[in-house]
Structure formats: structure tokens, C-alpha cells
């Protein structure tokens, strides 16, 4: 029976299965090419905490990673939270909780407004079965809106927040993409006014603290800053996997393999993005590689500032200005009190671009000296000296980017190579990326690797 499972990729879908294939009996393996497991949930140390490197919450529909926190013995951590969401267009916030608030956003002639308030209750709660999707990933967001939103709710309320999102793929973005985005936000709503977004107490390292002691204690080893190099294969077989020469990663190679110049496995997952694994993998076919690549990825780059006062009474700020080059600001600390992070206020200001965006390739303090004149747009009154300190993180494969009818050019998990297996976010579809769909991710991944095994596929 096939036993020695590799994972590539620390991130909740990768410590997901080592955990569901450990409890299945076997032995795992799991390889982190950062020095900290968590990927896109990780966390940092501030104020006597931790928090997110990006920002991260619950819905009330995230019923698998809540699950996951109840047999991993951390149920009393999950708390729900009321939330605001706001809007800053026009040199102002607006507040965007609720249909009346909708009904007050200035920004769109009354007629436009009421408009709108009946398409998005129509999506919510008219069309949320997923039976609808056909229709849905078969027209653009832009084309929908127009069509039956209007083109003032389409130009003046979606394009912009799109445009930040996506940037020159806006106009290209499926429908289902945005259908799946309003269903979820307002079905986290605890009647029409409020809504409540779910966090650990003690921020998601707990989870994360909790999965790597759970892999560890059913016999899972579990290997930081090692680097795959390469997926080994043979005759159309993966049989393990090949480090990268850095001391760390052959330490790994040593310790599991001293006189080979590889590590075998039996069976062998890849957690890391597309483009990262056609880097380490290079025997698919073509038709194959073609379906990795249908789905594109945006990049995020994200400052977090720990200030003395807070930047508005908005946990959620969408940034519909587009003179702004920045997508969205997103007050923890009008979500967590700040009693948490010692009466701190932290603030983070989100955007996503492409690599080639000069934000991308700016240092921190030129981010922020950037950003500083648009703060102000925010709060006049915002002034450097309010800032106590600051980070600064990027991450190349934030956003998957699906096209039309991306659900005929999934990658199949069962890769075209026999033992090898592919589990990352463009295969989430037709939800968006988030932890709750990574740990199905990882728990599908699982049971999966477990049926072929079984069955000696």
C-alpha cells in the first residue's frame, strides 16, 4: 500500500491533507519554502499578537475551516463580529451595509440607486442557488450590469472597484465571479442592517499552530524553508522529488535521502500555483499545461500601518475613486478592538496589480510616501507622525483571473502523471479563493489520494 505522501506547499490546503491523510495512516511529508506555514494566512508578531500578512475574515458560509476549528478543539476561539462596510467615492464615505444604505449612496441618481438595490436583491436571493452558475460564467460582469443594472451602476459603482481589482481584465471578468462575491458578503448579514464576518480569537496562527501539531502528532514530518526543485518522473510516473541546492533544502534531502539524489514518494500533491509548478514540473502534456494557464493570476501588495488613531470608523473600506491607486483600506481595529494590539489602530491598504506595476516593485517607504496624499483623501487630518510602524508584504499569485467558461478548462487534480496530483486556488472554481475553499481544497485532495490508493489507481 502506497504510504510515503509528498506535499508541496505549507498553506491551509496543503496542511489540510497532510492532517486528513494522516489521520488515514499515512505518512506524510510536507515541504514550505518559507520559513513560517500559513502561505497566504500567515502571520506576523505585533503588539504581543499576531496578525495576517493579509487581511483575512469568515463568512457565515465558511462551514468548512469552522468545522475544522471544532475538531481541532478550537470551537470557543470562533467569534462573529458585526462589521461596516463602506464606500469612498466623491471625497467621501459612504456607509454599504445595507439595502437602505444602497438606496443613500449619492454617487448614482435615485433611479440608479433603486435600480440597483433590486438587481443585487434579485442575485441574492432570487438567483443563489448554484444551479444558476451556467448562465453566469458565460457573460461578463461588465456585460451583465449593463444589461440589467444600468450603465450608471456599471460605470459608476462596479468598473471602478474592477478596475482596481483586475485592472486591464475588468471588462473580462465572468459574471459568476462577482454573483458568488455579493451572495456571500450579504448572506453574512444577521438580518437586512448587520452583518457578521467570523476571526479566531488569538488570529488565524491558532489554526495554524493547531494543524502543524495535529500533522506532527499522527506521524507527519513537516520540512521550513525547503525548496522542490523538481517533481521527479519516470516513464510517465512521479516518483519523487529533487531540492533546491540552498543548505536548508538539502538538509531536508539529507535527512530523508542521504546517498540518493533524490527523495522517492509514492504519491506526491502540489499545492503551489500554476505558474510555480510548471517551473518544478516539466513532463504534462500540452493540452494539459494549456488548462493550467487558462487562469491567470493578479498580484497584491499590501502595507500595514499601526498607528496612534484610526483612519475612519470603517472596517471595510471599498476605494471606488480610482485617482486613489489603491483598492481598499481595511481597519482590523474597527473589527478586533484595538484593546487586542495594546490600544493600537492597525490599518491595512490593499491593491492588486500585475508584477510589472511600479507599486509592485516599490520599496516600503516608497509605497507609503506614495500613498500618503490619497490617505489624506480619507481623513484630511492623516499625518505620518501617526504612524508608529510599518510592514510591507507582496504576493505574485493573489487573485486567480478565470475566463469565460472556465469550468470546462479546470485542471483535473488527477494530473496527466500518474501519482501526481495538482490542488491550488484556480481549481477552487466556482468560488473565489479563501481559506475556508482551501481546507475543502485539502480534505477533497485528501479523500481523493486515499480512493486511489485504495482501489490501486
Same mark, same amino acid.
Given at each position: 500500500?502506497?504510504?510515503?505522501?509528498?506535499?508541496?506547499?505549507?498553506?491551509?490546503?496543503?496542511?489540510?491533507?497532510?492532517?486528513?491523510?494522516?489521520?488515514?495512516?499515512?505518512?506524510? @511529508?510536507?515541504?514550505?519554502?518559507?520559513?513560517?506555514?500559513?502561505?497566504?494566512?500567515?502571520?506576523?508578531?505585533?503588539?504581543?499578537?499576531?496578525?495576517?500578512?493579509?487581511?483575512?475574515?469568515?463568512?457565515?458560509?465558511?462551514?468548512?475551516?469552522?468545522?475544522?476549528?471544532?475538531?481541532?478543539?478550537?470551537?470557543?476561539?470562533?467569534?462573529?463580529?458585526?462589521?461596516?462596510?463602506?464606500?469612498?467615492?466623491?471625497?467621501?464615505?459612504?456607509?454599504?451595509?445595507?439595502?437602505?444604505?444602497?438606496?443613500?449612496?449619492?454617487?448614482?441618481?435615485?433611479?440608479?440607486?433603486?435600480?440597483?438595490?433590486?438587481?443585487?436583491?434579485?442575485?441574492?436571493?432570487?438567483?443563489?442557488?448554484?444551479?444558476?452558475?451556467?448562465?453566469?460564467?458565460?457573460?461578463?460582469?461588465?456585460?451583465?450590469?449593463?444589461?440589467?443594472?444600468?450603465?450608471?451602476?456599471?460605470?459608476?459603482?462596479?468598473?471602478?472597484?474592477?478596475?482596481?481589482?483586475?485592472?486591464?481584465?475588468?471588462?473580462?471578468?465572468?459574471?459568476?465571479?462577482?454573483?458568488?462575491?455579493?451572495?456571500?458578503?450579504?448572506?453574512?448579514?444577521?438580518?437586512?442592517?448587520?452583518?457578521?464576518?467570523?476571526?479566531?480569537?488569538?488570529?488565524?496562527?491558532?489554526?495554524?499552530?493547531?494543524?502543524?501539531?495535529?500533522?506532527?502528532?499522527?506521524?507527519?514530518?513537516?520540512?521550513?524553508?525547503?525548496?522542490?526543485?523538481?517533481?521527479?518522473?519516470?516513464?510517465?510516473?512521479?516518483?519523487?522529488?529533487? @531540492?533546491?541546492?540552498?543548505?536548508?533544502?538539502?538538509?531536508?534531502?539529507?535527512?530523508?535521502?542521504?546517498?540518493?539524489?533524490?527523495?522517492?514518494?509514492?504519491?506526491?500533491?502540489?499545492?503551489?500555483?500554476?505558474?510555480?509548478?510548471?517551473?518544478?514540473?516539466?513532463?504534462?502534456p500540452p493540452e494539459y499545461v494549456a488548462k493550467m494557464n487558462a487562469a491567470k493570476y493578479m498580484?497584491?501588495?499590501?502595507?500595514?500601518?499601526?498607528?496612534?488613531?484610526?483612519?475612519?470608523?470603517?472596517?471595510?473600506?471599498?476605494?471606488?475613486?480610482?485617482?486613489?491607486?489603491?483598492?481598499?483600506?481595511?481597519?482590523?481595529?474597527?473589527?478586533?478592538?484595538?484593546?487586542?494590539?495594546?490600544?493600537?489602530?492597525?490599518?491595512?491598504?490593499?491593491?492588486?496589480?500585475?508584477?510589472?506595476?511600479?507599486?509592485?516593485?516599490?520599496?516600503?517607504?516608497?509605497?507609503?510616501?506614495?500613498?500618503?496624499?490619497?490617505?489624506?483623501?480619507?481623513?484630511?487630518?492623516?499625518?505620518?507622525?501617526?504612524?508608529?510602524?510599518?510592514?510591507?508584504?507582496?504576493?505574485?499569485?493573489?487573485?486567480?483571473?478565470?475566463?469565460?467558461?472556465?469550468?470546462?478548462?479546470?485542471?483535473?487534480?488527477?494530473?496527466?502523471?500518474?501519482?501526481?496530483?495538482?490542488?491550488?486556488?484556480?481549481?477552487?472554481?466556482?468560488?473565489?479563493?479563501?481559506?475556508?475553499?482551501?481546507?475543502?481544497?485539502?480534505?477533497?485532495?485528501?479523500?481523493?489520494?486515499?480512493?486511489?490508493?485504495?482501489?490501486?489507481?
Amino acid at each position: 500500500m502506497d504510504k510515503r505522501i509528498a506535499i508541496i506547499g505549507g498553506g491551509f490546503a496543503g496542511m489540510t491533507a497532510a492532517y486528513e491523510l494522516g489521520k488515514l495512516g499515512y505518512q506524510t @511529508f510536507l515541504f514550505e519554502r518559507m520559513s513560517e506555514l500559513g502561505g497566504l494566512a500567515g502571520t506576523f508578531p505585533i503588539e504581543g499578537t499576531r496578525l495576517e500578512r493579509g487581511y483575512h475574515h469568515w463568512f457565515t458560509s465558511d462551514t468548512h475551516i469552522i468545522a475544522q476549528m471544532e475538531e481541532l478543539g478550537l470551537g470557543d476561539r470562533v467569534q462573529w463580529i458585526p462589521s461596516r462596510t463602506g464606500w469612498f467615492d466623491q471625497g467621501r464615505i459612504w456607509n454599504m451595509v445595507s439595502p437602505l444604505d444602497v438606496l443613500r449612496l449619492g454617487t448614482l441618481p435615485f433611479v440608479d440607486r433603486l435600480r440597483l438595490g433590486i438587481v443585487v436583491a434579485y442575485l441574492t436571493y432570487l438567483q443563489r442557488d448554484k444551479r444558476n452558475l451556467a448562465k453566469y460564467e458565460k457573460i461578463t460582469a461588465a456585460e451583465w450590469w449593463k444589461k440589467y443594472g444600468g450603465r450608471n451602476a456599471w460605470e459608476k459603482v462596479w468598473s471602478p472597484l474592477f478596475r482596481g481589482k483586475f485592472g486591464a481584465e475588468a471588462e473580462n471578468i465572468p459574471m459568476e465571479w462577482h454573483w458568488y462575491k455579493i451572495v456571500l458578503r450579504i448572506g453574512s448579514r444577521k438580518g437586512i442592517t448587520k452583518e457578521a464576518l467570523g476571526y479566531p480569537r488569538g488570529s488565524f496562527q491558532v489554526l495554524i499552530d493547531a494543524l502543524e501539531q495535529a500533522v506532527k502528532k499522527h506521524g507527519g514530518k513537516i520540512f521550513l524553508g525547503a525548496t522542490v526543485a523538481r517533481v521527479v518522473v519516470e516513464n510517465g510516473v512521479a516518483i519523487g522529488l529533487r @531540492f533546491a541546492d540552498d543548505d536548508t533544502s538539502q538538509r531536508a534531502q539529507r535527512e530523508l535521502a542521504p546517498n540518493e539524489s533524490f527523495v522517492r514518494f509514492d504519491r506526491i500533491i502540489c499545492t503551489a500555483p500554476s505558474f510555480a509548478a510548471l517551473k518544478i514540473i516539466h513532463e504534462f502534456p500540452p493540452e494539459y499545461v494549456a488548462k493550467m494557464n487558462a487562469a491567470k493570476y493578479m498580484a497584491a501588495v499590501l502595507l500595514i500601518l499601526k498607528m496612534k488613531h484610526p483612519l475612519s470608523p470603517i472596517y471595510w473600506l471599498n476605494i471606488a475613486d480610482r485617482s486613489i491607486p489603491f483598492v481598499a483600506t481595511i481597519e482590523q481595529t474597527n473589527f478586533i478592538p484595538p484593546e487586542v494590539y495594546n490600544n493600537k489602530h492597525i490599518l491595512y491598504v490593499s491593491n492588486y496589480l500585475t508584477p510589472a506595476s511600479p507599486y509592485f516593485q516599490m520599496s516600503r517607504d516608497e509605497l507609503f510616501n506614495a500613498y500618503l496624499p490619497h490617505l489624506q483623501k480619507i481623513n484630511p487630518r492623516f499625518s505620518p507622525d501617526w504612524v508608529e510602524e510599518m510592514w510591507h508584504f507582496k504576493e505574485a499569485a493573489a487573485q486567480p483571473v478565470v475566463p469565460l467558461n472556465y469550468s470546462k478548462m479546470i485542471p483535473e487534480h488527477r494530473t496527466p502523471i500518474r501519482n501526481l496530483y495538482l490542488a491550488n486556488t484556480t481549481q477552487i472554481y466556482p468560488e473565489d479563493r479563501g481559506t475556508n475553499y482551501s481546507v475543502r481544497l485539502g480534505q477533497d485532495i485528501a479523500r481523493m489520494v486515499d480512493e486511489d490508493v485504495r482501489r490501486g489507481a
